[in-house]
């Protein structure tokens, strides 16, 4: 059983930075990515990295976000930058990332890590 922790999380002023980690127990050949849910919103997806390597990114984070993979370490990072106050969300660390109906949904799951950004 694959199991995800995720840190770095914290509380930021606006125009800061973070950069989220997230431990993977063991190498899994899949894509992973990075979600995040705000208070009374749905869970969406920030940023995800296909075994091959191909990235994708909500509109609202791009050129302010990165994301990246470390498989020598099992570990999978987001790099945030110019945080801004709508950043604030639980980020979700996920594996296997596929899509139904559209939506984007993940087979494993971290416990999720706070970030808020105040102004």
């Known amino acids: 059983q694959v199991h995800l922790a995720e840190s770095g999380g914290g509380s930021v002023q606006a125009g800061g930075s973070l950069k989220l980690s997230c431990e993977v127990s063991?190498?899994?050949?899949?894509?992973m990515g990075w979600f995040r849910q705000a208070p009374g919103k749905e869970r969406e997806l920030v940023s995800s990295?296909?075994?091959?390597?191909?990235?994708t990114y909500a509109d609202s984070v791009k050129g302010r976000f990165t994301i990246s993979r470390d498989n020598a370490k099992n570990t999978l990072y987001l790099q945030m930058n110019s945080l801004k106050t709508d950043d604030t969300a639980v980020y979700y660390c996920s594996a296997c990332v596929y899509y139904s109906g559209g939506r984007p949904l993940a087979t494993i799951w971290g416990q999720g890590t706070q970030v808020t950004v105040s102004s």
């Open positions: 063991r190498y899994i050949n899949c894509g």
């Open positions: 990295i296909s075994v091959d390597a191909i990235i």
